[in-house]
């Protein structure tokens, strides 16, 4: 019952700090499945002592409007003596939820009910959506995102290379010593859980088999630019791009895969881009390949791409929250790994590793073309990797 108070403590503090003040916000708690939102709030329910209803949607059946409103009354009961907490756990998947919680919030406000309500959701996009419609102004997010290397190591003792392969699912680096069952837990109770459960459950998916196929190819391709007219080639009744692109936007959401954009002077340009494929887990990766752990060290090319993947996914779940924008660059056969942005503040990062044939370092051909603060080289005699997946994003962009 630690972990998360010594591995995730900011957040922790964060949470606390808002339960105990006297202005009354919702506090969402969002993120991918397995990061531990909900050993989160159990463990400021135990640190704070106080009168708590936890509940959750993630049940077979679906919950209604009414489930919602049964579950707020019993807790009402308890905030009649004193200040008490209601925690919904899973929330998105209750029908229009945000509307019911809306009313009963307001109805608490106007009668000055001690109740401090916690929303908690698996899939950010969809618990966004519902926030956005309802609640603008009576709530407060807190995501919580996949566990670091310096959170993996600590906890469970992986090396550099451990992390790099397995990725940062703690609940699954216990089975890391028998490959076969942890590649099955990450498949059946990761990756099908959250495609099927917090993606083709919840939203309107009319090809729901182009998404799965979509997030394959993202996992195949991860780290790689790949056009979205690439990507109808690939992929058979691929529809139109506009299609691909809401469903990556879905995939992002859920937690699973990114698509950067490249950078560039304008908006609209950015928007137009073709994106660079990025898996927020390396686990994602390799739960789905043929070899193991042994063999893929011993893939040079392979382990160039699992490394890069490793630095894009650490910046993107490291700039969550954060006034921080990851992007990538490529102009003819210049190429720039990963653009970190804050403001007007720019810092083109480049990996030392499986860089795709045919292009070359860009950094400088970049740094020609936009005004840089500074240039970052990890591995190969610029920062070590280990040192750049221990440090957020903050820290090369600071002064």
């Avoid at 002592?49 to 509940?55: K, L, S, W």
């Avoid at 029908?95 to 908690?120: C, F, G, H, M």
Wanted: charged share 25%; hydrophobic share 40%.
């Amino acid at each position: 019952m630690v972990l998360i108070e010594v591995f995730k403590r900011d957040a922790f503090r964060v949470l606390q700090d808002r339960i105990l003040e006297p202005r009354r916000f919702i506090q969402v708690v969002a993120g991918p499945r397995q990061v531990g939102k909900t050993t989160l709030v159990r463990q400021c329910i135990e640190a704070l002592e106080i009168q708590a209803h936890y509940v959750s949607a993630d049940e077979p059946t679906l919950r209604d409007q009414s489930w919602v409103e049964q579950q707020w009354d019993l807790a009402r009961l308890q905030a009649k003596d004193g200040v008490a907490l209601l925690v919904l756990d899973e929330v998105q998947k209750v029908t229009q939820w945000s509307e019911t919680v809306k009313r009963l919030w307001d109805e608490d406000t106007a009668r000055n009910v001690p109740l401090k309500v916690i929303v908690l959701g698996s899939s950010p996009l969809l618990v966004q959506q519902g926030l956005s419609e309802s609640l603008a102004g009576r709530f407060e997010m807190i995501t919580l995102t996949h566990w670091s290397y310096s959170e993996m190591r600590d906890a469970f003792g992986l090396s550099l290379d451990e992390f790099v392969y397995f990725g940062g699912y703690p609940g699954a680096a216990e089975l890391i010593g028998d490959e076969p069952r942890w590649k099955r837990y990450i498949i059946d109770s990761l990756i099908e859980t959250t495609v099927s459960r917090d993606v083709l459950l919840m939203t309107q998916v009319n090809k729901p088999a182009l998404l799965r196929r979509l997030f394959q190819l993202g996992c195949d391709y991860s780290g790689q630019i790949v056009a979205y007219q690439k990507m109808v080639g690939q992929l058979q009744d691929a529809g139109n791009t506009t299609t691909l692109a809401h469903y990556l936007a879905l995939l992002a959401g859920a937690g699973l895969i990114e698509g950067m954009e490249k950078y560039s002077g304008s908006s609209i340009r950015k928007r137009g881009s073709s994106p660079k494929l990025q898996v927020l887990n390396n686990a994602l990766m390799i739960a789905q390949s043929p070899g193991t752990f042994a063999e893929t060290q011993q893939d040079r090319d392979y382990w160039g791409r699992l490394t890069e993947s490793a630095v894009g996914a650490h910046l993107l779940n490291s700039s969550k929250g954060t006034p921080a924008k990851v992007y990538y660059w490529r102009h003819r056969n210049f190429e720039v790994d990963f653009v970190l942005t804050r403001g007007k503040t720019v810092v083109p990062v480049e990996v030392k590793s499986g860089r795709s044939p045919g292009s070359h370092s860009g950094t400088e051909a970049f740094a020609k073309q936009y005004s840089v603060k500074r240039k970052i080289l990890v591995g190969g005699g610029g920062v070590p990797i280990d040192e750049f997946l221990l440090s957020p994003i903050e820290r090369w962009l600071s002064d």
